[in-house]
């Protein structure tokens, strides 16, 4: 029997023989794959992907291109070897066959843009393609079909496609394995769409006109989609991803796209007149987009950090280790190599005791045996970020084969002088990110502006940075990604409340299940919450109780370190005696606020008689105050004093201020200045010196004072000011490199031990009890700081051993059962009340973050719409805000008259960018970048005033997100600015409530505004 056969002149006028006509055959493409033959559209090349900036369209079919190229050299640096085989492992491919996929499938991020309602956005494109020789259809397109994101419509065309290549498909979405790839790659743009519905997945434009009614819409997604699997190789997916591999692919798509949609990338790359984006064409700029794409990913900094193979400890760090460093140095090896190589190892130290280089030594471990692109150090402000980064930067000098980026990274609450004035120039003089505006300007964080650090392979960052992976933010995909591929270290983990806790357990369970090693550091860490933390990366891998079998029990030492492996294993705890043994005491001074200064109960009072032996034999000493405006009202009292006290006797110690609330110069000036006075190799004023701070100094920055005064606070943050008092002093076998200029007023040594001295002032009402001063606020709970009120007091004749009794010091004050005797009935009422305002506050805080994060790996299943979606509003300052933080950034700006604004009052330094639309240079942006101040973000809200940002600074990733507030003269003469606080002005004491008009000390209007910790 004869059968007709059909002929078919394809759109590049080719004739082939296609074969039998079949019953129900229409002989689109569609129709031939079907029966086995196929059909190959050609892609056409008018489709365009990028076009604002360059001189002509960009192709879309280049674009793809591009992206799937820049996807295969961004696995080459973050999967390399062992961790390429883990992830290979987990689908059943080869690393080869998996790397294949991702390249593919990043290809595949902008099929969506094959679709009406984006061509249509540049009109004469659109109309010479409806001109064509292709039945795109009659090309309107209605106001609510311009609504469809390309993103979504790539969400949309390919569970269909991919079901076409021989991805398992299922009735519903759970069980189709192509739309979880289509999830993926409609997630782009930093959020994912809804699940399809049944009818969705198989029929998507009936189901979505605005994807394209005339075949060609079609017929094109299939071309593209084909062309990218050739040049690829790509097989088939045959079953779902695990969620952590989804996530890390997701972030990568975003990564390769933003570096392939780079205007210095593209512009060279525009294909001639003419080109017809053939067979040899495709291959052509496929072959080029390969060789380009490994250096394109090593301009943007995100190689790998290659450890060298250090021969001892001392070796790497020019120091014979302590007994806490050989401990993990001879035994951690061991433990690594026994188990699955990667897990969670948590340090428990007294401040002092080399946990930093302990941490740094067991990373290179860690990295090593993983395969890890490099270390990531976490903090949790920027002061300790700030002074860790150049601990850190000293080991890499000494310890790294290859020049790997080394950067720091801030919240928009704690940007210091050199990273904002880098992170600003780098986004002076980045390229433009050629994208949506939104999308654009995401990028240019992270590929060139303040984020740009947590992508490289050594960084140090402040752990708002990583919990914002598990917020249901835009982007939280990159933040996986970024950690994935480090060895983490979580440095001062005592630091945080519930609410940052329960991030931090659910970050540990997505770092479990993605096998991230981790190193959790801490000087003061209660027993439950050291174990709730091993549980929680155990529970990564997919354990489902509270408590995985070995972590409930666990009996950690204090000081030494656990180890959890990666595949649930728990190793003995190791116990590690102290190289610094010392006793602590704690000196309770009742003192009061609501006297006269002169009343010798009066706080203030109380300070000055404590500091007089330094007036008499100099002495280095801390005054840490519990917030910004409180330490700068304490700092104008000392320095009237002593100004008064050197006009009557001659010399007097210096006195100097830190807080959060300076210009980022001011403040670095300062912090250079207390290192070189009250640092380990500082030169110590022969008269003294007296600090006033607030908590800022309580961690990783390395200062020596011989006596802390300061306020009641938990005795946990009590503990680490404790740290700051005579570091340098307390290993016996180390010379104190202060001796000479140690006041004789200090404590003598007890058994050998020395004894460390931190007075505490008591806040007490007019009957010497307890009470909570107003402008404190919500600082601290106050249910913790009675019960510390109460222990201190009872034990003030005790001297505490140190580390011996520091573990059972904070867990009393934590304790269900507060065992303190002589307490009164009132006490205990009061007490009662202020636990149980204490625990249903942390209960709610739980709540919250219950309600905000995203669910845990096994919680989130195969839909990855749950990272997307919240109940409530959520964006990345609401963990710089729970923690306290300045969340906001503000530059003032000097009316000068017909000169214009300046940065500095004196009228020198012209506001960048403020007198014409040119570009912000290099220089330019480090020196606004000097001059921004950190301040709460609701101080910007209604009542502010602020000046619009000057166009230029919109150009600049960073400088478009700091306000800029006018500062005029008043009728004294005096700049002033108004935030909703108030009136605000800055000077020596940084920026502070402007004084009145009649000369008197000016205060804001809540007492809220004024509790801001400033740390």
């Known amino acids: 029997m004869l059968f007709p056969c059909f002929a078919l002149f394809t759109c590049d006028k080719s004739f082939r023989l296609v074969g039998p006509i079949v019953r129900g055959a229409c002989f689109a493409d569609r129709t031939a794959l079907r029966v086995g033959v196929r059909l190959r559209t050609q892609v056409d090349s008018r489709l365009w992907g990028k076009q604002a900036g360059l001189d002509r369209a960009y192709p879309l079919v280049c674009h793809l291109l591009d992206t799937a190229a820049m996807a295969g050299a961004l696995w080459d640096v973050w999967l390399e070897g062992l961790a390429a085989e883990r992830a290979a492992a987990e689908t059943g491919l080869s690393p080869g066959e998996l790397r294949q996929l991702v390249s593919f499938w990043a290809g595949l991020h902008d099929v969506g843009k094959i679709s009406p309602p984006f061509q249509v956005k540049v009109p004469e494109l659109y109309e010479a393609l409806m001109a064509g020789e292709q039945d795109y259809g009659s090309g309107k397109v209605t106001d609510e079909e311009r609504r469809l994101h390309h993103s979504e419509a790539t969400h949309r065309v390919l569970p269909e496609l991919l079901a076409e290549l021989g991805y398992p498909s299922g009735r519903t979405a759970r069980r189709h394995v192509g739309h979880q790839v289509a999830q993926i790659l409609g997630g782009h743009h930093g959020r994912f769409w809804d699940s399809l519905q049944r009818g969705a997945l198989t029929a998507p434009r009936a189901h979505c006109p605005a994807l394209g009614g005339g075949p060609a819409w079609d017929d094109q997604c299939r071309a593209h989609v084909r062309a990218l699997q050739r040049v690829t190789g790509a097989g088939a997916l045959t079953a779902s991803l695990p969620p952590a591999l989804a996530v890390v692919v997701s972030g990568l798509v975003v990564v390769a796209d933003w570096l392939a949609s780079q205007e210095a990338f593209i512009a060279p790359r525009l294909p001639a007149g003419g080109w017809a984006a053939d067979e040899d064409d495709l291959q052509a700029h496929w072959k080029q987009s390969v060789m380009d794409a490994p250096g394109v990913v090593r ?23 302590n007994r806490l460093q050989s401990s993990l140095a001879s035994d951690l090896p061991g433990l690594v190599d026994q188990g699955s190589g990667s897990g969670l190892l948590l340090i428990t130290a007294p401040a002092g005791d080399g946990k930093t280089e302990a941490a740094l030594e067991a990373a290179a471990v860690l990295a090593e045996a993983t395969g890890s692109t490099g270390i990531g150090f976490s903090l949790p402000t920027m002061a300790t970020a700030d002074a860790m980064y150049e601990r850190v930067d000293a080991f890499a ?7 790997a980026a ?3 990274v ?3 609450a704690w940007l210091a002088t050199t990273a904002a004035g880098s992170a600003a120039a780098e986004s002076s003089e980045a390229d433009q990110v050629l994208s949506g505006r939104r999308s654009s300007t995401e990028a240019g964080r992270w590929l060139h502006g303040g984020r740009r650090g947590l992508l490289a392979p050594l960084s140090v960052f402040t752990i708002d940075q990583a919990l914002a992976a598990v917020l249901p933010v835009r982007y939280n ?14 440095d001062e983990a005592h630091a945080y409340g519930p609410w940052m806790h329960a991030l931090l357990v659910r970050l540990l369970e997505w770092l479990g299940a993605m096998r991230v090693p981790v190193v959790v550091l801490s000087a003061t860490l209660t027993g439950d919450t050291a174990r709730s933390l091993l549980a929680a990366y155990v529970r990564g891998r997919g354990e489902e109780e509270e408590a995985p079998a070995g972590t409930g029990g666990l009996q ?3 000081p030494g370190w656990a180890w959890v492996d990666a595949d649930g294993s728990v190793s003995r705890p190791r116990e590690v005696p102290s190289e610094r043994p010392h006793r602590l005491r704690f000196q309770v001074e009742p003192v009061r606020r609501d006297l006269e200064p002169s009343n010798p109960q009066h706080r203030l009072f109380v300070i000055k008689d404590l500091l007089r032996p330094v007036l008499d034999d100099g002495g280095c000493v801390l ?20 100004a008064e006290l050197k006009s009557q006797e001659g010399e007097v110690p210096e006195l100097s201020l830190l807080h959060s609330r300076f210009r980022a110069r001011d403040r670095a000036e300062i912090q250079d200045g207390s290192e070189a006075t009250f640092g380990k190799h500082g030169g110590r004023p022969r008269h003294g010196a007296v600090m006033v701070a607030t908590q800022i100094v309580e961690q990783s920055l390395d200062l020596d004072f011989d006596l802390v005064i300061s306020d009641l606070a938990p005795v946990a943050q009590l503990v680490q000011r404790a740290g700051r008092c005579q570091r340098h002093r307390l290993h016996p076998d180390v010379p104190d490199p202060h001796a000479a200029r140690r006041p004789r007023w200090l404590s003598d040594a007890h058994a050998g031990r020395p004894t460390v001295d931190v007075v505490v002032l008591d806040p007490v009402s007019s009957d010497g009890t307890f009470e909570r001063p107003k402008e404190w606020g919500a600082v601290y709970d106050e249910g913790l700081l009675l019960r510390t009120s109460r222990l201190l007091a009872s034990s003030e004749e005790r001297a505490f051993d140190v580390p011996r009794d520091l573990q059972s010091l904070v867990d009393a004050v934590y304790a269900e059962e507060f065992d303190v005797e002589d307490l009164s009935e009132d006490m205990e009422r009061r007490l009662a009340s202020a636990d149980a305002e204490r625990l249903a506050g942390e209960a709610a805080e739980e709540q919250l973050a219950a309600m905000v994060r995203i669910p845990s790996p096994r919680g989130l299943g195969k839909d990855l719409r749950r990272l997307s ?6 964006d990345e300052s609401l963990i710089a805000t729970r923690l306290g933080a300045d969340s906001a950034r503000v530059v003032c700006a000097y009316e000068q008259g017909e000169s214009g604004w300046t940065l500095d009052e004196a009228g020198t330094l012209p506001v960048p960018g403020a007198h014409g639309p040119q570009r912000i240079t290099r220089d330019e942006a480090q020196l606004v970048a000097h001059h921004v101040i950190p301040v709460p973000g609701r101080w910007l809200g209604e009542g502010a005033e602020m000046m619009p940002r000057p166009a230029a600074w919109e150009e600049n990733a960073v400088l478009r997100s700091w306000a800029l507030m006018p500062m005029r003269r008043d009728v004294r003469g005096v700049w002033r600015g108004k935030l909703k606080p108030g009136a605000v002005a800055y000077g020596e004491d940084g920026l502070a409530p402007a004084s009145e008009p009649d000369g008197s000390a000016g205060e804001f209007r809540s007492a809220e505004d004024a509790a801001q910790p400033g740390a």
């Open 299 to 321: 301009d943007a900094g995100l190689g790998r950090a290659r450890l060298t193979s250090a021969t001892s400890f001392s070796g790497r760090y020019g120091f014979e280790p």
């Open 397 to 403: 000098r000494r310890a790294l084969q290859n020049d």
């Open 406 to 408: 080394l950067t720091r």
């Open 410 to 412: 801030h919240s928009m």
């Open 477 to 490: 995909v990159l933040r996986m990604l970024a950690l994935s591929g480090k060895v983490l270290v979580i």
């Open 556 to 558: 950690l030492h204090y």
């Open 623 to 642: 005054v840490c105050c519990t917030t910004v405006s409180e330490a700068q009202a304490t700092w104008n009292v000392l320095r009237e004093w002593l």
């Open 869 to 874: 979606e919240t109940s409530v509003p959520v």
